[in-house]
Structures are given as structure tokens and as C-alpha cells.
């Protein structure tokens, strides 16, 4: 995935401000402006449109896991240089504090059915021999399902079942 339709995505499903999300941004240590985040929000086709690299999105999330868990006693741990699909889908079970059931119920709000055991793949170690790389639909259907989540219904889901109806009668 793209890391601004993440960006975007994480914004959008907890409504966060431009100064909130700067301020996630600060709790990681990312100094980051308004202009920055609003160059990174902006749709690929606008000419003003910046791409958010893997230590800009690793550092949001990580500030993200500060701002929702709090930060550990001692040394912080570097932010990667590099991300996944699977170190990003991590870190928002992190900074959600969310079990594998909360993700399987996610999961299922967005119509993907994943057993807790398969899921559990998606956070073991590149080298285990059960690891198992999260796709970029994997990653796009929990994103949707915390949106329905923490937003409600969205106006596509709305008009699906309005369309639904329509046909009914």
C-alpha cells in the first residue's frame, strides 16, 4: 500500500486535526510542519502531492503507540528506515492494544475472514517458518474495518444497502 492512503486512512478513522497529527508526529521525535502533513494528505494527482517514506510513516506510528500506550521506561527503540505491510499492520495492534480476536471481529466488519491462526502468521518473524507476508488487501480490509469501527458505517457501505433495497421492492 501506499504509505499516504495509510496516512490518510489512520486520520480519518480517529478524526485527528492537523495539530494533532503533527503532534503524533513530535512524540517519535519527527519534526514535522503543517506544510509537510498537507503535502503527504493531498490526493496523488494534485500537483502539490509528496510521498510519505517508510521513516516518516514508521515514526507517525510509533508516535501513534505513544499517544495511545504510552512510552516504555528506558531507551526508545530506533524507527525503521524500512517498512512492511506485516511492521505496520504490528504496529497498529500495538498502539490499539488490540488481541487477534479484536482483529479477526475488524477483519470480518470489512468481509475478510481470517482465523486467528493464519493471523498470527502475519506478526511471527520473516525467518520463522510459519511467516507469512501481508498483502496489500489484507492491510486495506483492516484499515476499512477500524474505520467502521471507530466511524460507523461509511457512505459506500450506506449506499450499498440503499442500492440493496431499491431492488428489493
Not at 528506515?81 to 477483519?107: G, M, P, Q, W, Y
Request: net charge positive; aromatic share 8%.
Amino acid at each position: 500500500m501506499i504509505n499516504n492512503d495509510i496516512l490518510r486512512s489512520i486520520r480519518y478513522t480517529f478524526d485527528y486535526s492537523d495539530l494533532k497529527m503533527v503532534a503524533i508526529f513530535g512524540l517519535a521525535g519527527l519534526p514535522v510542519t503543517r506544510d509537510d502533513l498537507g503535502r503527504w494528505l493531498k490526493k496523488e494527482d494534485d500537483p502539490a502531492f509528496q510521498h510519505c517514506g517508510d521513516t516518516q510513516l514508521a515514526g507517525f506510528l510509533d508516535g501513534l503507540i505513544y499517544e495511545r500506550r504510552g512510552q516504555k521506561e528506558g531507551s526508545q527503540p530506533q524507527t525503521e528506515k524500512r517498512l512492511t505491510n506485516n511492521s505496520i499492520f504490528k504496529k497498529l495492534k500495538i498502539a490499539l492494544d488490540l488481541k487477534s480476536s479484536d482483529i479477526v471481529e475488524i477483519l470480518d466488519l470489512a468481509d475478510l475472514n481470517v482465523g486467528e491462526h493464519e493471523l498470527s502468521a502475519f506478526f511471527r518473524r520473516p525467518g520463522h517458518k510459519h511467516y507469512r507476508l501481508c498483502r496489500d488487501q489484507i492491510l486495506r480490509n483492516f484499515l476499512k474495518g477500524l474505520q467502521l469501527k471507530y466511524r460507523g458505517q461509511t457512505s459506500t457501505v450506506t449506499h450499498k444497502a440503499e442500492i440493496a433495497t431499491e431492488t428489493i421492492w
